[in-house]
């Protein structure tokens, strides 16, 4: 059964900088991220959880949800089977709690943002940006 561990987050001061981690285990045989549409997600509190950034290789999609376009940067790595979120000169309004997930492909761009376009979660990790 897949399943994605996050890792990362923490405090840090306004301008600071995160990398998550997003570990995946339980491919099915020959399988890699590559195979799966990879999305983060974040939910502050008393908010809806809100796309943040999207990558899927099959489909040649890259995108970034406005409110971090120039500071966010999805990667990942197929040998470590790990999904990361780089996230620069970060803001208060940052802070939420972060989550990746998997889905299946093609991963439409009309829908990548949607939550229910991706089949397999992480328990999420805190990032809260503060001085």
């Known amino acids: 059964q897949l399943q994605l561990v996050e890792s990362g987050g923490g405090l840090v001061q306004p301008g600071g900088s995160l990398r998550l981690s997003c570990a995946a285990s339980?491919?099915?045989?020959?399988?890699?991220?590559?195979?799966?549409?990879i999305g983060w997600f974040r939910q502050a509190p008393g908010k809806e959880r809100e796309g943040v950034s999207c990558?899927?290789?099959?489909?040649?999609?890259?995108d970034y949800a406005d409110p971090v376009k120039g500071r966010f940067t999805i990667s990942r790595d197929n040998a470590k089977n790990t999904a990361y979120l780089q996230m620069n000169s970060l803001k208060p309004e940052d802070t939420a709690v972060y989550y990746c997930?998997?889905?299946?492909?093609?991963?439409?761009?009309?829908?990548?943002?949607?939550?229910?376009?991706?089949?397999?979660w992480g328990q999420g990790t805190q990032v809260t940006v503060s001085s």
């Open positions: 997930a998997l889905g299946p492909t093609p991963l439409s761009y009309n829908d990548r943002f949607l939550p229910d376009e991706y089949d397999h």
């Open positions: 990558l899927s290789v099959t489909d040649g999609l890259t």
């Open positions: 339980g491919f099915a045989s020959g399988n890699t991220l590559d195979y799966y549409a």
